[in-house]
């Protein structure tokens, strides 16, 4: 019997994700919709509410491009079913060495590599094409872009976002919350909460840093995540431990 994903999200990078998890074996069941998601139309797997699945029958994966809202939906399901498990998905034409850590709901797309003693942090994505190499590290809720290369020894803050081709060479840092714009060539460190672009990349705009837009704080489902099943029982109860 296959394993059961139930994507969160249910626009195009979704997609992608549940083209992730079918290509390693995963058998996707449906797409619950958040309120990022409204007005996109209709997607090749059903859509579904939470009140239809069994927290303790399924995995969840995240299906957001964003990294604010997916670090939303991620806590907002935890929050409300702290039993309720996530897989981490690799598509099986990404290379992952053996000695790379791969943190909880996070996302490996096609042809995506991570190098050795490289580390990606819970909900991250690497997205088609992308490579994060040696003894990097791709933060919590981070994003590294179709086609982009973090080379050696790379830090990038939770919440960064890399875009599509981006290239940053051995050894910087991309701080918390900041954003590469695409084809850029980064050469130094960057604070957090900057926009960067360009080649040679330089500082376009930046924020102070406040740690409360890293707060979950706005519910990310269409609707309260206490809801219970028509059926009555409370899949809370019934949901395996987390490890």
Not at 22 to 39: A, I, Q, T
Not at 42 to 71: C, K, M, W, Y
Not at 204 to 213: G, I, L, Q, T, W
């Amino acid at each position: 019997m296959s394993i059961q994903v139930v994507v969160l999200g249910a626009g195009g990078h979704a997609l992608s994700v549940a083209d992730a998890a079918e290509s390693s074996g995963l058998e996707v069941v449906g797409f619950v919709k958040g309120k990022s998601d409204e007005g996109h139309g209709s997607i090749a797997h059903p859509a579904i509410e939470l009140s239809e699945v069994r927290i303790d029958e399924v995995l969840f994966t995240l299906g957001i491009g964003s990294n604010q809202a997916r670090r939303r939906a991620y806590f907002s399901l935890v929050s409300e079913y702290p039993l309720a498990k996530f897989a981490t998905i690799i598509h099986r034409t990404a290379w992952v060495s053996s000695s790379a850590q791969i943190g909880e709901a996070s996302v490996v797309l096609s042809h995506a590599s991570i190098g050795p003693q490289a580390t990606l942090g819970i909900g991250g994505v690497l997205n088609t094409g992308s490579s994060l190499d040696h003894q990097s590290k791709l933060g919590d809720f981070g994003f590294l872009g179709p086609g982009a290369r973090a080379a050696g020894a790379v830090t990038i803050g939770d919440d960064a976002f890399v875009g599509i081709n981006a290239s940053l060479v051995p050894g910087i840092t991309i701080g918390n919350m900041s954003v590469v714009g695409a084809h850029s060539l980064v050469l130094a460190d960057v604070p957090d909460r900057c926009k960067v672009f360009g080649a040679p990349a330089t500082i376009r705009s930046s924020k102070p840093v406040d740690e409360k837009h890293r707060t979950p704080n706005k519910p990310w489902l269409r609707w309260p995540v206490s809801r219970e099943p028509d059926s009555g029982n409370d899949v809370r109860k019934t949901a395996p431990e987390r490890n």
